[in-house]
């Protein structure tokens, strides 16, 4: 069983620059989750698709931040324009239930 | 008042040793507790589950949950060089399973 797919691993783009993320979940998982650790932080809660939909955008930062999970497959997580307090690792995961997979995150570097 | 509690050590053991790692929490909400490990550059990964009070054994690893004290610990007997990681506790608690994670203890454990 394939795992989930994150790209890029690694990005550094400049500030006001715009970036995508993509997150390939477990094929039939409905549940897909965002998180993100910034530096000295714990691993925060983003967001949750439940297939297409947006059950819970609680954690989203502000109106820089948007995600969008296409035919409920894979998601993209798009900020525009960046700002140095972006800079961490992004995880997505996938799930039936409580079990998450995680996938190995994308590490967003603003300078 | 943080919702989970972990102390981000760093903790430095050698081959063989009994690890504890511990992570208290202040929401009675939450209903699983689980326990993850991560290894650089990945995604953290499940390593054990419990729902109730009591101890959870799944070969050198043991979860331990005192919902009245509101603590949770980790136990690893024989630890080995390749236990060396970043020990997450996370906690679940509502319908959309959401974690909340601590931020992770680093152990390394010394050949």
């Known amino acids: 069983e394939a795992g989930v797919t994150q790209f890029p691993s690694h990005s550094v783009i400049e500030k006001g620059q715009t970036v995508t993320l993509r997150c390939d979940p477990i094929?039939?998982?409905?549940?897909l989750y965002w998180y993100r650790r910034v530096m000295g932080k714990e691993i925060k809660f983003l967001l949750h698709?439940?297939?297409?939909?947006?059950?819970?955008e609680s954690g989203m930062p502000n109106n820089r931040f948007l995600a969008e999970r296409t035919g409920g497959t894979y998601s993209t997580l798009k900020v525009q324009p960046a700002e140095l307090e972006d800079s961490g690792v992004y995880f997505c995961a996938s799930s039936q239930d409580f079990i998450y997979t995680f996938g190995s995150g994308t590490r967003l570097t603003v300078v | 008042q943080k919702e989970v509690e972990q102390d981000p050590g760093p903790l430095s053991v050698p081959e063989g040793a009994i690890v504890s790692l511990n992570c208290t929490y202040s929401?009675?909400?939450?209903?699983?507790f689980m326990w993850y490990r991560q290894y650089s550059r990945k995604g953290p990964e499940l390593l054990m589950y419990?729902?109730?009070?009591g101890n959870k054994e799944d070969g050198r690893f043991t979860a331990q949950v005192d919902k009245s004290s509101k603590y949770i610990s980790l136990f690893i007997r024989d630890s080995q060089p390749s236990d060396s990681a970043t020990y997450l506790c996370a906690m679940v608690g509502g319908s959309n399973y959401k974690l909340t994670f601590g931020k992770g203890t680093l152990l390394t454990v010394n050949p």
């Open positions: 094929s039939g998982h409905d549940n």
């Open positions: 698709f439940v297939k297409e939909s947006k059950q819970d």
């Open positions: 419990t729902y109730s009070s």
């Open positions: 929401n009675s909400a939450f209903q699983y």
